[in-house]
């Protein structure tokens, strides 16, 4: 019996994808391809003669070039007969290795081969295309023979989830972040982080992909620098969390297990800072929402961090923790306050301002692998743990609270994420072959109406979701 595991997830705001994605299939042409593969040759054998004599470059592409011909005529021999050159004219049929029969579309509307029902194309239309009141649920997950990304379609209004299409990733997905690095276009990326050094940016907009928009920090094969000199231009393990910089939409963060912190410009694809201020794995960074020269940074050595990415200085504050960092989340509804998990079942919440914790909560029995804070709903925080409960509560006064427990049978919750558009809706992803959503509008309504604070704000929030979509 095969087995899965979703290792990260993350929301798409309503709008952001195109309603039409398109194929990756598509829209190309024969000069094209052909000058890419040129180009990549050119590129190989650049790499793999880094070294050599230029003549003696120029020579053995020569002979190269020579033996080629030859064993292309050797394999033409015997040939003539078939009468090759006028098979494309013989009964007035098209041949049968026409690019053109490969040509990907749009729309099935569009393709003259469909040859199904108006009802059955239009069906599958509907699939494809997304809706103005769609979200997308982007799911790293991993299997026993590789690993793949699916792009869901979530529908909370039609109660609806299915996926739209995936994407076969090149090693173990560990963290997964939708970013926009062109504030001024439309654009739907996610960045990948991997069990490898590498960050790759997918352009979600587009089905069929086999290979990711850009590549952050990706190895080249005639690198033959040390361990050291590469840490100053990549990561040098693997990428275990990453940030987008709202405010600064072409900086992406990224906490790797080398220890280090690195600083993107994914404009010029390059790193711009590598910080070394922590002494394990760094297992979570996260932007301010809305100071774009603050990062909060959480290791494996139980160190928290606030870094001003302006100045090189080294961080501008630090906390301790008792035990492994899992996760920092910042309160955007007071933004200067923040939440710590970590691998001892502890919630701790602080004020960037001073020293002390401002509550300390035992969440779990087992680690706190992951925890969300609703986007409309002041005080809801939901955590989930290895011991495989999800927890949600009320933080409201700084006074922890909990209102309900779930055990959605998914083994250990590696993951969550509250929905951007909706107050109370989570997504999970666990180690059973599991994406779940919980709403806590409807298995927590007793509690809503216990707390005045809570009730009003899901009317508050409902009101700004239906004016949105109208």
Avoid at 27 to 53: C, M, P, R, V
Avoid at 75 to 99: C, F, K, R, V
Avoid at 178 to 189: F, G, I, L, S, W
Avoid at 378 to 398: M, P
């Amino acid at each position: 019996m095969s087995s899965s595991v979703i290792t990260c997830l993350a929301w798409v705001r309503r709008g952001e994808a195109s309603s039409l994605p398109k194929s990756r299939l598509g829209g190309g042409n024969d000069d094209a391809l052909q000058g890419s593969s040129d180009e990549e040759a050119g590129k190989q054998w650049s790499s793999d003669s880094d070294d050599s004599d230029p003549e003696e470059m120029v020579l053995k592409k020569k002979t190269k070039k020579r033996i080629r011909n030859e064993a292309q005529k050797e394999d033409l021999e015997g040939l003539e007969d078939l009468n090759l050159e006028a098979y494309d004219e013989e009964d007035g049929s098209a041949g049968l290795m026409d690019l053109d029969s490969l040509a990907a579309f749009r729309s099935n509307k569009e393709d003259p081969y469909m040859t199904g029902t108006k009802e059955e194309v239009e069906d599958e239309d509907e699939d494809t295309e997304l809706k103005a009141d769609d979200n997308l649920i982007i799911v790293g997950r991993t299997e026993e023979d590789g690993a793949i990304m699916e792009v869901y379609v979530f529908n909370e209004g039609e109660d609806s989830l299915y996926v739209h299409h995936d994407v076969l990733l090149p090693s173990f997905p560990l963290a997964i972040e939708p970013v926009r690095p062109k504030a001024t276009e439309q654009c739907n990326y996610v960045a990948v982080g991997y069990f490898t050094p590498t960050i790759d940016i997918w352009d979600l907009d587009v089905v069929d992909s086999l290979e990711p928009a850009f590549s952050l920090g990706k190895k080249k094969k005639i690198s033959k620098k040390s361990k050291a000199d590469r840490a100053a231009t990549q990561h040098t393990d693997s990428i275990l969390d990453l940030s987008w910089n709202h405010n600064v939409p072409k900086v992406l963060a990224s906490g790797s297990a080398d220890d280090t912190v690195a600083l993107w410009d994914m404009d010029s694809q390059k790193m711009v800072s590598s910080l070394k201020h922590h002494t394990d794995k760094v297992q979570s960074v996260e932007f301010h929402p809305f100071e774009g020269q603050c990062l909060l940074t959480g290791g494996c050595d139980g160190l928290v961090a606030a870094i001003d990415c302006n100045t090189s200085s080294g961080p501008a504050k630090t906390w301790q923790v008792d035990g492994e960092v899992e996760k920092i989340v910042w309160n955007h509804f007071r933004p200067h306050q923040f939440f710590v998990s970590s691998d001892k079942g502890m919630v701790q919440a602080f004020d960037i301002r001073t020293d002390k914790h401002l509550f300390m909560l035992r969440a779990h029995e087992d680690a706190v692998t992951s925890m969300s804070l609703s986007h409309y709903l002041e005080g809801a925080l939901t955590t989930v743990s290895a011991d495989h409960t999800c927890k949600f509560w009320s933080i409201q006064d700084n006074k922890p609270s909990l209102l309900l427990t779930k055990e959605p049978k998914m083994g250990i919750i590696h993951c969550s994420a509250f929905c951007p558009d909706s107050p109370t809706l989570l997504a999970l992803g666990g180690a059973r072959d599991s994406l779940r959503t919980l709403d806590f509008t409807e298995t927590a309504s007793e509690f809503f109406k216990k707390r005045e604070h809570f009730s009003s704000a899901v009317m508050k929030s409902g009101e700004r979701t239906d004016s949105a979509n109208g």
